[in-house]
T-cell receptor, first 112, second 121 residues
Framework: EDQVTQSPEALRLQEGESSSLNCSYTVSGLRGLFWYRQDPGKGPEFLFTLYSAGEEKEKERLKATLTKKESFLHITAPKPEDSATYLCAVQANSGGYQKVTFGIGTKLQVIP | GAVVSQHPSRVICKSGTSVKIECRSLDFQATTMFWYRQFPKKSLMLMATSNEGSKATYEQGVEKDKFLINHASLTLSTLTVTSAHPEDSSFYIC?????????????????FGNGTRLTVT
């Protein structure tokens, strides 16, 4: 069974204090790993897709990396507006169809 | 691009009534849409896969007669919660991917609506 584990569950940072969120996964036949940002009461907002180990993507203060077993979301010099829950999801071939499995997310709070 | 619109954002209904939630892809076409349910401090739970022009595929443990799904066009899927009960109160989110988005369309990311907060009294 595909599994996605995110850590930590919650993270509190001072503004400007860089850190990383972890997403470890166990799937057979990875077809893509996705990062989303979710604000309270809203649907997840797409951030990045990573398809193969070694791949990196960047957007403003966020950088996502991928290995064969895990992905990191690095946040450089975060601002209060980066506060949100960050979700990781993996897509794999399951029984002939593409299945997406989500982690429970990391709730990030950036304090001014 | 890749905007998914979901309505209503909030709905309160009485026990025993039915509620319909709409999910539209605004700037792309989707042969498949997905309906999720989200519980506090839990991962998104896939309820069913909505297939344009055919029957939806339900995940194990999800009652198909209670959660009716219709996907009548390439841009619209609806979820109807029938005979709602308080335990159906939850945050329901739809998603879709661009089915015609090029080489990696099949593995392209899901784009989500803003969810519907259902409260059954």
């Amino acid at each position: 069974e595909d599994q996605v584990t995110q850590s930590p569950e919650a993270l509190r940072l001072q503004e400007g204090e860089s850190s990383s969120l972890n997403c470890s996964y166990t799937v057979s036949g990875l077809r893509g790993l996705f990062w989303y940002r979710q604000d309270p009461g809203k649907g997840p907002e797409f951030l990045f897709t990573l398809y193969s180990a070694g791949e990196e993507k960047e957007k403003e203060r966020l950088k996502a990396t991928l290995t064969k077993k895990e992905s990191f979301l690095h946040i450089t010099a975060p601002k209060p507006e980066d506060s949100a829950t960050y979700l990781c999801a993996v897509q794999a071939n399951s029984g002939g169809y593409q299945k997406v499995t989500f982690g429970i997310g990391t709730k990030l709070q950036v304090i001014p | 691009g890749a905007v998914v619109s979901q309505h209503p954002s909030r709905v309160i209904c009485k026990s025993g009534t039915s509620v319909k939630i709409e999910c539209r892809s605004l700037d792309f076409q989707a042969t498949t849409m997905f309906w999720y349910r989200q519980f506090p401090k839990k991962s998104l739970m896939l309820m069913a896969t909505s297939n344009e022009g055919s029957k939806a595929t339900y995940e194990q443990g999800v009652e198909k007669d209670k959660f009716l799904i219709n996907h009548a066009s390439l841009t619209l899927s609806t979820l109807t919660v029938t005979s709602a009960h308080p335990e159906d109160s939850s945050f329901y989110i739809c998603s879709a991917r661009d089915s015609f988005g090029g080489d990696r369309a099949y593995n392209s990311p899901l784009h989500f609506g803003n969810g519907t907060r259902l409260t059954v009294t």
